[in-house]
């Protein structure tokens, strides 16, 4: 008994199932008129049957699975059926550049199944493409004297072979059934030939299916990508615009005052208080339009420079007071870093979007906090409020893109918010997260590395 068919109808058997005389594929009018012999049509009956048992369970298969299971049951059956067959595989098309076959089938599932390991002819395997039809070898025949010298028959020994082009709408070729086998006493026959070629039929709608399918999740997929980005785009405008109040507001009072004020020095303030605004107006636009290509999937870009972010949170302390006009707003500057190398405007947004945030939702009354430590991979900032707090449940998700958590009526925003602070962090090189109890404010940290 062959080994590879060990558990099975051993291989002699098998043979006497499926060794019918040897007629032309295309038998003549003479031929067809002739009576049949009745032992012939005896011998071929188990044939048939098992033929058409085999292909019935592939059909079945194709219900379930265009995958690797249906392209095993597949190979299974023929080895089941065909007694001849001492080697069947499905490789995709075209080869590789090497010149190599990649099989549709990894070797473990391969291995499982039962199935060793095929060859395939390069020299058949273009024939059955090109010709865009199945190819039945027999290495006694004279119609493929070509195909018997070609360098990969040879070095296969192979004696007899079918290979079927699995084509897809368009007549584009996904794959090639390969079967074959090295013995010159035992070949493929016409009856082995036609029944692989309906398995490869089986497999050809198999597979367009599964591409079809995967098409249109593709095709899917972009879609859904496309309107995240635009709703990203939509709401980093009005993230923009809201943000964009401020400074607006700024302009409005200082404007008010310097039309209205005839004292040299108010007039200085607000003329100074005007152009600090429209400057900072002028980054917002820069820092979104950045947001943006964030927003794109391509990253951002640092420019750094030595900056004082002491400096930097009073001012736009200042400016938190100014927009709110309200000189008394309870925020403390506790940073003790003087020094830093970073990104002058990314930071400068990054303190702006943690205090506006902080502000938004702490009670009137609470308290903000802005303060640094040194750490071994650089400086740390945390901003701190005295809010409702963060469940732990939310504050995984907390930086990703629309994500508000809490009652998100209470305030008005667009989830992109902490999602630009964090693009924002991590094109400096550094990393952000939150520390909160219910109940008990939160505290947004992130490091800026040292170097």
């Not at 602070?421 to 997260?433: K, M, Q």
């Given at each position: 008994m062959d080994a590879r068919r060990e558990g099975g109808i051993p291989w002699e058997s098998k043979r006497s199932l499926v060794s019918l005389p040897t007629r032309p594929l295309q038998p003549s009018a003479e031929a067809d008129a002739r009576p049949q012999d009745m032992a012939a049509i005896v011998r071929e009956a188990p044939?048939?049957?098992?033929?058409?048992?085999?292909?019935?369970?592939?059909?079945?298969?194709?219900?379930k699975s265009t995958g690797a299971d249906l392209l095993a049951l597949a190979?299974?059956?023929?080895?089941?059926?065909?007694?001849?067959?001492?080697?069947?595989?499905?490789?995709?098309?075209?080869?590789?550049?090497?010149?190599?076959?990649?099989?549709?089938?990894?070797?473990?599932?391969?291995?499982?199944?039962?199935?060793?390991?095929?060859?395939?002819?390069?020299?058949?395997?273009?024939?059955?493409?090109?010709?865009?039809?199945?190819?039945?070898?027999?290495?006694?025949?004279?119609?493929?004297?070509?195909l018997r010298k070609a360098p990969s028959v040879l070095a296969n020994r192979i004696q007899s072979a079918v290979y079927v082009p699995l084509i897809a709408e368009g007549d584009n070729v996904l794959g090639l059934l390969c079967v074959d086998t090295p013995r010159p006493t035992s070949p493929l026959v016409p009856a082995d030939f036609h029944f692989i070629r309906a398995v490869g039929a089986l497999l050809s709608a198999a597979l367009a299916a599964e591409r079809i399918r995967d098409d249109a999740h593709r095709q899917e997929l972009v879609a859904r990508e496309e309107e995240v980005r635009r709703n990203a785009m939509t709401n980093c405008l009005r993230i923009a615009s809201h943000d964009l109040r401020n400074p607006l507001v700024v302009v409005q009072l200082a404007a008010h005052s310097l039309a209205t004020s005839s004292n040299?020095?108010?007039?200085?303030?607000?003329?100074?208080?005007?152009?600090?605004?429209?400057?900072?107006?002028?980054?917002?636009?820069?820092?979104?339009?950045?947001?943006?290509?964030?927003?794109?999937?391509?990253?951002?870009?640092?420019?750094?420079?030595?900056?004082?972010?002491r400096a930097m949170v009073d001012e736009e302390i200042a400016f938190l007071r100014a927009a709110y006009r309200d000189e008394a707003l309870p925020v403390e500057n506790e940073v003790a870093c003087r020094s830093l190398l970073a990104d002058p405007e990314k930071l400068?947004?990054?303190?702006?979007?943690?205090?506006?945030?902080?502000?938004?939702?702490?009670?009137?009354?609470?308290?903000?906090?802005?303060?640094?430590?040194?750490?071994?991979?650089?400086?740390?900032?945390?901003?701190?409020?005295?809010?409702?707090?963060?469940?732990?449940?939310?504050?995984?998700?907390?930086?990703?893109?629309f994500q508000r958590v809490g009652d998100v009526t209470a305030t008005k925003g667009t989830?992109?918010?902490?999602?630009?602070?964090?693009?924002?962090?991590?094109?400096?090189?550094?990393?952000?997260?939150?520390?909160?109890?219910?109940?008990q404010g939160a505290t947004f940290l992130f490091r800026i590395p040292a170097r």
């Open positions: 044939m048939a049957q098992a033929s058409i048992d085999a292909l019935h369970d592939i059909a079945q298969q194709m219900l190979l299974r059956r023929i080895f089941d059926v065909v007694g001849a067959a001492q080697r069947v595989t499905v490789v995709a098309w075209p080869p590789a550049a090497d010149g190599k076959f990649e099989p549709l089938l990894p070797e473990d599932v391969l291995r499982r199944g039962g199935i060793p390991p095929s060859p395939v002819s390069a020299s058949m395997a273009r024939h059955a493409v090109e010709a865009r039809r199945a190819l039945y070898f027999l290495g006694t025949s004279s119609e493929h004297e070509d040299e020095n108010t007039r200085t303030v607000m003329h100074d208080a005007i152009q600090n605004a429209v400057t900072r107006a002028t980054r917002l636009i820069d820092t979104y339009l950045e947001a943006s290509e964030a927003v794109a999937g391509r990253p951002l870009v640092a420019r750094k420079a030595t900056v004082d972010p400068r947004q990054i303190f702006a979007n943690l205090l506006s945030n902080a502000q938004k939702y702490s009670p009137d009354g609470g308290r903000i906090r802005v303060f640094s430590r040194e750490s071994a991979e650089g400086v740390i900032f945390g901003v701190s409020d005295s809010g409702v707090g963060i469940k732990p449940q939310d504050q995984q998700s907390l930086f990703g893109p989830g992109l918010g902490l999602w630009i602070t964090r693009a924002l962090v991590e094109a400096n090189g550094g990393s952000i997260w939150v520390e909160s109890t219910p109940g």
